[in-house]
């Protein structure tokens, strides 16, 4: 729960930014699938730092339990997703991959990274 693991966040921050992203997965791949063009971010919120920003601020009163919870069911709904995409969306590079990928696994590696430093910052402490 403590601040300054990226900026201002804390872990439990991190890891709701990381569940919202895989959330919007959840949201837009179907929509892609069926041919449809997800909503740019820039026209429904200013841009994507104002989207992170204001799903940060719905999500700032939520505890650590209700974090890791939704991570897990959202995870597991994402997972199950994947299993039954049509296998030429994912072995190719499709906009169902482009999007599965910016969302979920070129996003993991830059949080985990800020997480582990932050965890050696604190043992060196």
């Given at each position: 729960?403590?601040?300054g ?26 929509a892609i ?7 740019r ?24 339990s209700?974090?890791q ?26 906009r169902?991959?482009h999007?599965?990928r910016?969302?979920?696994y070129?996003h993991?590696p830059?949080?985990?990274?800020a997480?582990r ?9």
């Open positions: 729960m403590e601040p693991v990226t900026g201002h966040w804390s872990v439990r921050d991190i890891l709701a930014h990381v569940t919202t992203w895989e959330e919007e997965a959840l949201k837009h791949l179907p699938l069926n041919g449809e063009k997800p909503p971010y820039s026209a429904m919120y200013g841009g994507i730092a104002a989207f992170n920003a204001q799903m940060t601020e719905e999500r700032k009163n939520f505890s650590l209700q974090v919870q939704r991570l897990n069911d959202t995870h597991s709904q994402l997972i199950e997703l994947i299993e039954k995409a049509p296998e030429d969306q994912l072995h190719t590079e499709t169902f991959r999007r599965l910016l969302d979920t070129s993991y830059k949080h985990a990274a997480i430093k932050w965890r050696e910052r604190q043992a060196a402490e």
